[in-house]
């Protein structure tokens, strides 16, 4: 057993770290549940469709419809948070959104509580928001840019505190 192990990110490049590895990295997964319902639903209605249409295309229901809300609940969850390593403090990635983190003055969490609130009267329309209704958890990031106008980003995240210790300058 070697005495000073390295991560995978860095054995697999052989010893040198990987400059385009992201730091932190977060894909927001629709809840387990909405999978179960979605097929469940879509078997029902492949079921119905089925009893009135007996015979050898029976199966084709089940063909169409179950494959349905295994993409639109895939479409759901395509929303990655990164934080990568890049030239000078590095860059916050979401969506297709990309983000100096130079340009970052001060980061707040927003507890599930206060949520609707940041959400509500109090959004600025010029600010940069990633919401999803199934996060209860958000990450207010103050934007200090004189160039941009956008005040600041919101976005949806389940680990906080963790994005928040790193974006804070």
Not at 10 to 33: F, H, M, N, Q
Not at 39 to 63: F, I, K, R, S, T
Request: charged share 15%.
């Amino acid at each position: 057993m070697p005495e000073n192990p390295q991560p995978a990110s860095t054995a697999a490049t052989g010893g040198k770290t990987d400059p385009t590895a992201p730091i932190y990295s977060e894909r927001l997964w629709v809840p387990l549940w909405w999978w179960a319902a979605g097929l469940a639903v879509a078997g029902l209605l492949a079921a119905e469709v089925h009893m009135g249409n007996p015979g050898l295309l029976a199966w084709l229901p089940y063909l169409l419809l179950l494959p349905f809300p295994v993409w639109v609940l895939l479409w759901l969850s395509r929303l990655r948070i990164e934080v990568g390593a890049g030239p000078g403090r590095g860059e916050l990635r979401v969506g297709r959104a990309n983000l100096p983190l130079d340009v970052i003055s001060r980061v707040a969490v927003v507890p599930a509580t206060a949520k609707s609130a940041a959400l509500g009267r109090q959004l600025d329309p010029a600010a940069y928001v990633q919401h999803r209704t199934w996060i209860k958890t958000m990450v207010l990031i103050v934007l200090d840019d004189p160039e941009d106008p956008t005040p600041y980003w919101l976005v949806s995240t389940r680990r906080p505190a963790e994005l928040a210790a790193l974006l804070t300058p």
